[in-house]
C-alpha cells in the first residue's frame, strides 16, 4: 500500500531565503508525482508534474526533482515571498496510470516578512 | 473555461440527515475524484469515477456513502444519515481522459465544508 510522507509539517523562513520541502513514498512504482499548493479554505492548484520517466521539472521560481529509486521528491523554491505562504502537498500516482493518486498530508509553509 | 465547479459551498446538515454534494468537472475532463479533507490532515482518497463508471471506490466507507458521474450532469457524492464525523471538507478534481499521453493532472475545486450538527 503506497504511503507519502511530507517533513516536516510547518517550516518557518525570513523572505528571500532558498528552502526545500521533501516528499517520500514507500513504492518506488508511480506513474507520475505532483505538487500542489494549497491556501486556507481553498482548494489545491497543481504547480508541477513530474513523469515517472523525468528527473526534475521546473516553473519559474520552482523546481522538483524526482529519485524514483529512493521514493523522494523535492521542491525547492527560490528566493521565497510572503506570498509563497501555503500549505505545500505532493501526491502520487501509480504504478499504473490509471491508480488512484495518493496525498501527502503536505507541508505548512510560511515566510516571515 | 470554467474551472471544477463545487456547490454548494457549505452546507450544514442535523445528524440523520443526508447530504448531497455536487461537483461539475472541466469541459472536456472526463473523470472525476472526490477527496476528504480533515484540519491539519492531508487529503484521503474515497472514489475514482468516470461517466457512468466507478473505477476505484477504495477509500469510501462501506456504508451511508455512495458517489455517482452520470451521463449527463455534475458528478454526486452522496452521504446518507450523516454524523457528526462526517464533518469535513469535501474536495473534487478532474482530469482529462485516459488516451495515450494524458498526464492525469489534476484541477481541483474549491471544496464543500459539509458541518454536521
Known amino acids: 500500500k503506497q504511503e507519502v510522507t511530507q517533513i516536516p509539517a510547518a517550516l518557518s523562513v525570513p523572505e528571500g531565503e532558498n528552502l526545500v520541502l521533501n516528499c517520500s513514498f514507500t513504492?518506488?512504482?508511480?506513474?507520475?508525482l505532483q505538487w500542489f499548493r494549497q491556501d486556507p479554505g481553498k482548494g489545491l492548484t497543481s504547480l508541477l508534474l513530474i513523469q515517472s520517466s523525468q528527473r526534475e521539472q521546473t516553473s519559474g521560481r520552482l523546481n522538483a526533482s524526482l529519485d524514483k529509486s529512493s521514493g523522494r521528491s523535492t521542491l525547492y523554491i527560490a528566493a521565497s515571498q510572503p506570498g509563497d505562504s501555503a500549505t505545500y502537498l505532493c501526491a502520487v500516482t501509480g504504478p499504473n496510470r490509471d491508480d488512484k493518486i495518493i496525498f501527502g498530508k503536505g507541508t505548512r509553509l510560511h515566510i516571515l516578512p | 473555461n470554467a474551472g471544477v465547479m463545487q456547490n454548494p459551498r457549505h452546507l450544514v446538515r442535523r445528524r440523520g440527515q443526508e447530504a448531497r454534494l455536487r461537483c461539475s468537472p472541466m469541459?472536456?475532463?472526463?473523470?472525476v475524484y472526490w477527496y476528504r479533507q480533515l484540519p491539519e490532515e492531508g487529503l484521503k482518497f474515497m472514489v475514482y469515477l468516470q461517466k457512468e463508471n466507478i473505477i476505484d471506490e477504495s477509500g469510501m466507507p462501506k456504508e451511508r456513502f455512495s458517489a455517482e458521474f452520470p451521463k449527463e450532469g455534475p458528478s454526486i457524492l452522496r452521504i446518507q444519515q450523516v454524523v457528526r464525523g462526517d464533518s469535513a471538507a469535501y474536495f473534487c478534481a478532474s482530469s482529462p481522459g485516459l488516451e495515450a499521453g494524458a498526464e492525469r493532472k489534476l484541477f481541483f475545486g474549491s471544496g464543500t465544508q459539509l458541518s454536521v450538527l
Open positions: 513504492d518506488s512504482a508511480i506513474y507520475n
Open positions: 469541459k472536456g475532463h472526463s473523470h
